[in-house]
């Protein structure tokens, strides 16, 4: 199947890293996507990685992936209070018939406190 | 770059009424748009796939002839919920994906029905 599996909280200080963790199932997963989603608005591309990388950092954002163990975190450091939203991961592959669909988690709702 | 378009951004209206929702990508051209729900604290339910100039591919369970959508160009595609009712009030959000296999999906900020 395409299952994605997120813990639903997470609450860090502000200044702390906040690592956000993330399971799949589908073994044919091509590219993996992390989703911002603040109160009342729409997704937020933050980054994705390709499956055949190990790791992808932009600013204070640092993707990893362990492809042998279907795992992929989001790391945000300095977490700030902007910071503040739910988190999606979600997942490609080429399965299927529909190109580009996603398959997404339930979302990590992060609380970042002052 | 890749900015999508979504509007009405809130709705509210009476039950019966037929409630029209445009996406639109402005910046780049769109060759499938996805059209999703999301339930309060819940992740995205997609419930349809638009192709440009093509008939949309509906989920399971997802009525087309109550969600109609039309997608007439690669830059718009509408989802018009018909005769809507109660519940049918939920957060729609639409998504475009750039031409080309594994183009990430760009989402709109989403539309807000509340039937009454």
């Known amino acids: 199947g395409e299952d994605v599996e997120q813990s639903l909280f997470l609450s860090v200080r502000e200044g702390d890293s906040s690592v956000i963790n993330c399971t799949y199932t589908?073994?044919?997963?091509?590219?993996l996507y992390w989703y911002k989603q603040e109160p009342g608005a729409g997704l937020q591309l933050l980054t994705y990685?390709?499956?055949?990388?190990d790791m992808k950092q932009d600013q204070r954002l640092t993707v990893l992936l362990n492809k042998k163990d279907k795992h992929l975190s989001l790391r945000i450091a300095d977490t700030q209070t902007g910071d503040s939203a739910i988190y999606f991961c979600?997942?490609?592959?080429?399965?299927?018939?529909?190109?580009?669909?996603?398959?997404f988690g339930r979302g990590t709702q992060l609380t970042v406190w002052p | 770059g890749a900015v999508v378009s979504q509007h009405p951004s809130w709705v509210i209206c009476k039950s019966g009424t037929s409630v029209k929702i445009e996406c639109r990508s402005l910046?780049?051209?769109?060759?499938?748009m996805f059209w999703y729900r999301q339930f309060p604290k819940q992740s995205l339910m997609l419930m349809a796939t638009?192709?440009?100039?093509?008939?949309?591919?509906?989920e399971q369970g997802v009525e087309k002839d109550k969600f109609l959508i039309n997608h007439a160009s690669l830059t718009l595609s509408t989802l018009t919920v018909t005769s809507a009712h109660p519940e049918d009030s939920s957060f729609y959000i639409c998504?475009?994906?750039?031409?080309?296999?594994?183009?990430?999906?760009?989402f709109g900020d989403g539309t807000r029905l509340s039937i009454l």
């Open positions: 998504s475009a994906i750039l031409q080309g296999a594994y183009q990430p999906q760009h």
């Open positions: 589908d073994s044919s997963s091509t590219y």
């Open positions: 990685i390709f499956s055949n990388m």
């Open positions: 910046d780049f051209q769109a060759t499938t």
């Open positions: 638009s192709n440009e100039g093509s008939k949309a591919t509906y």
């Open positions: 979600a997942e490609t592959s080429d399965r299927g018939s529909t190109l580009g669909r996603l398959y």
